[in-house]
């Protein structure tokens, strides 16, 4: 069974930085690309950032570039979304998901192609 469990979310001022991982099983890590999407309220569930572990193939948002890093720890399976320099903008939930070798670049823009989804973890940036 595919899991995909977020943590590491929480309150931050603008400005902080925050790292939520996502921490995986059920399925061979380096088959899959996994990503980062969120989700305001009354928005549109959009891409943030996504890696194909097994080349480290990025993709990012234009919103997301220069402030969020991707990275994955393959031997622990995880999934890791540095983020500095956040806005209250940034304020949402966001969700970890994994789709079997799909072209991060492709990932990030078609959220509703990826069959796999965690429950999310809360941000809220303060003014």
């Known amino acids: 069974e595919v899991q995909l469990v977020e943590s590491g979310g929480g309150l931050v001022q603008a400005g902080g930085s925050l790292r939520p991982s996502c921490a995986t099983s059920?399925?061979?890590?380096?088959?899959?690309?996994i990503g980062w999407f969120r989700q305001a309220p009354g928005k549109e569930r959009e891409g943030v950032s996504c890696i194909r572990s097994s080349d480290s193939t990025t993709y990012y948002a234009d919103s997301a570039k220069g402030r969020f890093t991707i990275s994955s720890d393959n031997a622990k399976n995880t999934v890791y979304l540095q983020m500095s320099s956040l806005k209250p903008e940034d304020t949402a939930r966001y969700y970890c998901a994994a789709s079997p070798l799909t072209n991060p670049d492709v990932m990030g823009v078609m959220p509703r192609i990826i069959p796999y989804w965690g429950q999310g973890t809360q941000i809220t940036v303060s003014p």
């Open positions: 059920g399925f061979t890590f380096t088959d899959y690309t």
